[in-house]
């Protein structure tokens, strides 16, 4: 049984930071490629940044500059180091891979807000 569980969002100003990780259990960690996800409400998840395997990254064009993921394989880890934060950063933390998704854990919620 694979278990998901993100931790470190927060209430944050803009322009703050935040540090979102990701721990995973039950699972061969390091052969997968891992995502962050987001849902905003009333929106649909959406991939945010992703890493692969043997550590390329990717991001969606709104977060580029902003957003660095990254990974422990020794500690079974996601991170995802978020500056620079914006209003519509608001959203729900997910982490997962990038198809045929383990259980979703409970998310972490960012709220960026003055």
Request: overall charge neutral; charged content about 15%.
């Amino acid at each position: 049984q694979v278990h998901l569980v993100e931790s470190g969002g927060g209430l944050v100003q803009p322009g703050g930071s935040l540090r979102l990780s990701c721990a995973v259990s039950g699972s061969d960690f390091s052969i997968y490629a891992w995502g962050w996800y987001r849902q905003a409400p009333g929106k649909q998840r959406e991939l945010v940044a992703h890493i692969a395997s043997g550590g390329y990254r990717n991001y969606i064009d709104s977060v580029k500059g902003r957003f660095t993921i990254s990974r422990d394989n020794a500690e079974n880890t996601v991170y995802l180091q978020m500056n620079s934060l914006k209003y519509e950063d608001t959203a729900v933390y997910y982490c997962n891979v990038l198809s045929n998704f383990w259980p979703w854990g409970q998310g972490t919620q960012v709220t960026v807000s003055s």
